[in-house]
């Protein structure tokens, strides 16, 4: 099949009040790109072609190209992760796309996601978010035997599908608040429902919320944009866990230095 790429190609890293840089869509026709070929496949590809014309090659994020790593995501089409649902950039294949078909790719548009080159953001925000508290910091000794500390179905099902969450930050893409509520919803909703992750829920739904809005990410408006965009299909129920552990956590002893920190959603 053949495609038109209309792809952002940016050489310079995008600062604060400078958002594109020297940006600008670059317009490349493939041919021979094979149905079967991954979107990331594709662009390795046409990276051949460019340094084969001694051009710079369009730089991209990946590791895993297994959706896992959540590294991988650029805005397909307008759409985070392209036109498949619950799919990553890497697990994306071209037969998802006409032959003929002008594909425009971006990258993440969000300011606490500053572009690096091209197709690259800095996710490092969401790093930051993590290293206030999405883990757990009780000692838990030795391994235990599996069934040490019963966990109800429900509750592992739930802790279970928060724990999916990549980091990709696809869901702060498709937003229009840039907002990183899925993203910090399914960290409180993963350990909140896990007896483990019980005895920090207050300073962890403090700090992660008061991280998130230091990096700058918006707020919720419920439009489920970043539903529909997580490539782990995360539900916006987490961000309502999330609001409900904050209201919580504000309503039992807080730190001094926490005080202020308003409300979400
Ligand atoms: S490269 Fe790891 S999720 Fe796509």
Redesign the pocket.
Known sequence: MKVTLHIWRQSRQSTKGDFAQDGRMVRYELDHVSADMSFLEMLDVLNEQLIHKGEEPVAFD???????????GVVIDGVPHGPERGT????LHMRSFKDGAEIWVEPWRAAAFPVVRDLVVDRSSFDRVVQKGAFISVGTGAPQDANAIPVPKHDADRAFDAATC?G?GACVAACKNASAMLFVGAKVSHFMHLPQGRVEREQRARDLVAAMDREGFGNCTNQYECEAACPKEIPVRVIAEMNREFVRAKAVEEPASDKGTGGHG
Not at 62 to 72: A, L, N, T, V
Not at 88 to 91: G, I, N, S, Y
């Open positions: 990946h590791d895993c190209r297994e959706g896992i790593c959540g590294s991988c990553t950039t890497c697990q990549i990709c």
